[in-house]
């Protein structure tokens, strides 16, 4: 069975997760630290971002791109309807443009400053800098100021279906959520959104993830919240 | 004829630009700078991230991934041997890998700060700073061990042919030759890959590119550097 190297709040594995998920591919998680920077680790990933797919008889697949297309071109079903990426030229682009948003800009600016001060300082027992963490919280009402234009006007983020965007936004929040840090009542149409894909059947698994000794907040299992 | 909206250093856009000359597209350039936030930008591209792609009767083609993704999928030529993105499953992944390394990591840890900090600065007129490329010239150095760990066992990044990992690579390491900051002499291998990607048609127009006030390095259009 695949098997994804993965920490438990890591937005990149989240997505993938979620896709494996959608498609109805069984697959194990293991537990590692990209950030430990173990021996074991690093032999498949040496830039130690992870993270890492592992599939009978192919070399491991490594990273963000690499796991997402090979999903895209080997295991999602063929039929019209069921793709998480949609089939026209410009909903394509439109598409990814929001993916990499989600990915990169939201992820850069809000999301890993969360895990690095709530999740990642913990190893060291060291203390959030709370100066950070105001900032990401101001970053990430920047972005929600954006999602909830385009959600007023979309039923999804990229338009009428849902797709891989729904899933890279749900990655990113759904750990902010988790860390309780997420400003639901000030944007209303993202929460709608968000209830939405939360109560699809590929969200469980990741709404039973806890970490010992870091409580998830108390809205993050609700799917009424 | 398409137009690539971008700056003339900006890493995506000259991945892009080498993709579509390597693939025998014409198209034009238009100058933008995403970080003074004009109207007219942000209408295309709200992320202000750039660059954006505007082909006929398609709505503008915006990011990394929705550009790469529409030239792949529509202008890459279909017979085998001319793609740069290979067939095998395997050989995808890992060129993937590293096209990833290539656009986010070795991005984010240092040629986003030489372009902070010798080309963004100087619209303010404001001085760079010294602690900031001493970290970017450092942490370079160590993406350049990994890239020679790499090219002492093979020809080209991902393996015996050339991909888009290498223009990935090559994106990134021509603007820190521009500005002067690629430690050659220490890197042969590295150097050695360069002049060989570097002597490519495709690469001629990256080559010609000049911003007026801030010249390139004297290394930086020599083929034989």
Known sequence: MPQL???KLQPAARLIRLMLAEYGTRFTLTEVKPWQRQ??????DPSAEGPVFLVDNLPPIVGLSAIVLYIEENVAPDEQGKLLVPLGTAQRAETRRLFDWCMFKLADEATRYFLAEKLVKRDTSAAPDPAV???ARSNLGEHL????YLLTARRWLAGDAMT???FALASQLSVIDYFADMPWESAPEVKDWYQRIKSRPAFRALLADRIVGLPASSVYAELDF
Chains 1, 2 share one sequence.
């Not at 021996?39 to 498949?44: G, I, Q």
């Open 39 to 44: 021996d074991e680790w690093l032999k498949y």
């Open 133 to 135: 963490l105001r900032a």
């Open 5 to 7: 190297l993965q920490y």
């Open 145 to 148: 100021n954006y999602f909830t």
């Open 164 to 166: 891989i965007a729904d």
